[in-house]
């Protein structure tokens, strides 16, 4: 069964600070990984897919099959950050065709 | 593009009621998913749809829960007989191609009596 792990439920820095967002996942197969924010009274958006590679918002994420992580950083937190950040995992490429599983969500707190 | 509208956006049913939650996915997007959020909890995935065809409905109980999405017209997410555990958050993802991301709507917050 796959299944994706966020052992933080709340996760708070300051502005300035580097972020770390953890994600673990359990797959048997070659997963495609995302990365989804939801800012306050805003719906659930995409913010990266690890196929892609880049760079939004200043967030990276890469995919270690190894450690089976996709952990979501930046290196210099700022306040429009704060957010919930969901981890979500498909075994289709793309993400469509197919339903995503996702973790319980981070809430992501960032102090001034 | 006004993206996944679903409506209504907050919904109170008493026990025992029916409860219909529509989805209308982006233009030009066939593949519709439902997920429910219950609290302190992630999205889990209830049902895929596409037009005129349920593709996978692992996610939904056996009982009560029902999806639709026709060839004209939003899809639809029929509960039958509400309990109160039904109460939740109910969110709608559309994609196009099968290779393309979903992108969701924003919600609809259910509450049961």
């Known amino acids: 069964a796959q299944r994706v792990t966020q052992p933080e439920k709340l996760l708070s820095v300051f502005k300035g600070a580097p972020v770390e967002l953890k994600c673990n996942y359990s797959?048997?197969?070659?997963?495609?990984l995302f990365w989804y924010v939801q800012y306050s009274r805003q719906r659930l958006q995409l913010l990266l897919r690890?196929?892609s590679r880049e760079s939004i918002k200043g967030f990276t994420a890469d995919l270690n099959k190894g450690e089976t992580s996709f952990h979501l950083k930046k290196p210099f937190a700022q306040e429009e950050d704060s957010a919930m950040y969901y981890c979500a995992l498909s075994g289709r490429s793309g993400g469509g065709a197919d339903g995503l599983t996702f973790g319980k969500g981070t809430h992501l707190i960032i102090q001034p | 593009n006004a993206g996944v509208m679903q409506n209504p956006r907050h919904l109170v049913r008493r026990r025992g009621q029916e409860a219909r939650l529509r989805c209308s996915p982006m233009?030009?997007?066939?593949?519709v998913y439902w997920y429910r959020q219950l609290p302190e909890e992630g999205l889990k995935f209830m049902v895929y749809?596409?037009?005129?065809?349920?593709?996978?409905e692992s996610g939904m109980p056996k009982e009560r829960f029902s999806a639709e999405f026709p060839k004209e017209g939003p899809s639809i997410l029929r509960i039958q007989q509400v309990v109160r555990g039904d109460s939740a958050a109910y969110f709608c993802?559309?994609?196009?191609?099968?290779?393309?991301?979903?992108?969701f709507g924003d919600g609809t917050r259910l509450s049961i009596l």
């Open positions: 233009k030009g997007h066939s593949h």
């Open positions: 749809l596409q037009k005129e065809n349920i593709i996978d």
């Open positions: 690890h196929i």
């Open positions: 993802a559309s994609s196009g191609v099968s290779n393309q991301p979903q992108h």
């Open positions: 797959y048997s197969g070659s997963p495609e």
